[in-house]
């Protein structure tokens, strides 16, 4: 059973202090292709601890993985966030009454703002999509894997990844593709994701992964 904490927190942007929950521990069943959690209980209980991931100011938006205390409000990064918040235009037409995803894509504009690696806000943008399909939104949920192969990809050519990291990053762009329904695209991502897993005995797990998707891949390519 998940164990709920409400904390307080103040906003380093407006500095409005509110009260935000925090799912501190839960337990899971296993993961789905894409690494999505499954949790025991109904699917609107696993997406609200995935949200509890992501605290969201009530008052101006921002948003962030965590808390807030360890966001200077005095950074440089912070400047003009508010602006850019209150122009965004999912922002401006969801404010009102909050989709559960829509901490996570506050998250990710505040994220480019602040220069976040690119790998990072393509998990915020995984982290989302994992949330749409526990609430039944399909559109949304396509949105927000689109989002995270791109960010991905970029990761891939700009960023140093690595090991795990490196392997983990090139196998979900490839299911993110199948996903998409890109199955060909897919295929050759498993490919490349295979090739690093080889070089780690600890991915084994990863290993076995690749080649059930690389299987159904093919299937729905044919």
């Known amino acids: 059973m998940a ?19 925090r799912i501190t521990t839960y337990a899971t069943v296993g993961r789905e292709a894409d690494l999505c959690p499954k949790f ?9 601890i995935i949200q509890s991931e ?6 101006c938006s921002f948003a962030a993985r965590g808390d807030f205390d360890e966001i200077d409000p005095s950074g440089p990064e912070l400047y003009g966030l508010e602006e850019r918040l209150k122009e965004d235009g999912l922002l401006r037409v969801f404010r009102a009454s909050p989709p559960p995803w829509l901490a996570f894509h506050a ?5 480019q703002e602040r220069a976040l690696p690119t790998r990072e806000l393509g998990d915020l943008c ?21 989002r995270a192969v791109r960010y991905f990809i970029r990761a891939l050519k700009e960023e ?11 196998y979900l762009v490839g299911e993110l593709n199948r996903r998409l329904g ?7 991502w ?16 990863l290993d076995r992964l690749i080649r059930d998707q690389t299987k159904l891949a093919r299937e729905q390519a044919a």
């Open 40 to 48: 025991p209980g109904r699917l609107s209980d696993g997406s609200r």
């Open 107 to 111: 998250a990710e504009i505040c994220g």
């Open 190 to 205: 498993y490919v490349n994701a295979g090739r690093v897993v080889e070089e780690d005995p600890a991915l084994a797990w």
């Open 126 to 146: 995984l982290r989302a999509s994992w949330v749409c399909r526990k609430e039944g939104e399909s559109p949304f949920e396509s949105t927000f894997q689109l």
């Open 182 to 188: 890109n199955h060909r695209e897919a295929l050759n």
């Open 3 to 21: 164990r709920v904490e409400q904390i307080y927190t103040q906003c380093p942007v407006c500095r409005y202090v509110f009260r935000a929950s």
């Open 54 to 59: 992501v605290t969201m100011c009530p008052a």
């Open 160 to 170: 140093a990844l690595a090991g795990r990291e490196l392997a983990i990053t090139t």
